[in-house]
């Protein structure tokens, strides 16, 4: 049986009650925005996971250092610099991407509080700096280096550790709605 918008209207009219799919559907619609937000975060998530693996991996990114090499910056070291720079250059193409998904998609439906979209953008890029660029980093890190996870494991634990940080920055303050 489909479930079609006139199957309802008639599974409706005949019970006089909703039917389970336009309750679900009812509920979707009033968690839009929020579903948009977790799509585009999919995306930049498959976006970082993806530069990783090439950055990482590819013995064609000869410019890089090796892994395991370690390097010495002035106020601390690190134990594998390749991972280090891949984790921040993963984390930052990501970050471009996702900004303009939720610019062009996921807010696009809301009046938003008036500002120049290179505000929004620094301001975005500010919040994600702390969790992508700090959160995950961090956690992927200290999970790899300290624990001894695969990386490809301890992404996904530093993404869940960035959600709730980015949902809520991004839909009470960057994307805000605008005042009644």
Same mark, same amino acid.
């Given at each position: 049986? &489909?479930? !079609? *918008?006139?199957? %309802?209207?008639?599974?409706?009219?005949? !019970?006089?009650? +909703?039917?389970?799919?336009?309750?679900?559907?009812?509920?979707?619609?009033?968690?839009?925005?929020?579903?948009?937000?977790?799509? +585009?975060?999919?995306?930049?998530?498959?976006?970082?996971?993806?530069?990783?693996?090439?950055?990482? %991996?590819?013995?064609? =990114?000869?410019?890089? *250092?090796?892994?395991?090499?370690?390097?010495?910056? +002035?106020?601390?070291?690190? #134990?594998?610099?390749?991972?280090? =720079?891949?984790?921040?250059?993963?984390? %930052?193409?990501?970050?471009?991407? @996702?900004?303009?998904?939720?610019?062009?998609?996921?807010?696009?439906?809301?009046?938003?509080? %008036?500002? /120049?979209?290179?505000?929004?953008?620094?301001?975005?890029?500010?919040?994600? #700096? @702390?969790?992508?660029?700090?959160?995950? !980093?961090?956690?992927?890190?200290?999970?790899?280096? &300290? @624990?001894?996870? #695969? *990386?490809?494991?301890?992404? *996904?634990?530093?993404?869940?550790?960035?959600?709730? $940080?980015? $949902?809520?920055?991004?839909?009470?303050?960057?994307?805000?709605?605008?005042? /009644?």
């Amino acid at each position: 049986m &489909e479930f !079609t *918008p006139k199957y %309802e209207a008639v599974a409706s009219a005949e !019970t006089g009650q +909703i039917t389970l799919w336009q309750a679900l559907r009812a509920r979707l619609r009033e968690h839009s925005t929020l579903l948009r937000f977790a799509a +585009i975060g999919a995306s930049g998530y498959v976006t970082y996971q993806i530069v990783f693996l090439l950055l990482y %991996e590819s013995p064609l =990114i000869w410019f890089l *250092p090796a892994k395991g090499e370690d390097l010495g910056l +002035i106020a601390f070291s690190h #134990s594998d610099a390749r991972l280090l =720079i891949t984790t921040l250059v993963a984390a %930052e193409l990501s970050i471009v991407g @996702v900004f303009f998904g939720h610019h062009f998609w996921t807010f696009r439906d809301r009046a938003t509080a %008036e500002k /120049p979209v290179r505000l929004r953008f620094i301001q975005f890029n500010a919040k994600a #700096s @702390v969790s992508s660029l700090g959160l995950i !980093t961090l956690v992927v890190n200290l999970l790899t280096l &300290e @624990v001894g996870a #695969s *990386p490809y494991l301890a992404i *996904p634990a530093g993404v869940a550790v960035a959600f709730l $940080w980015n $949902w809520t920055w991004d839909s009470r303050y960057i994307w805000r709605r605008q005042s /009644p």
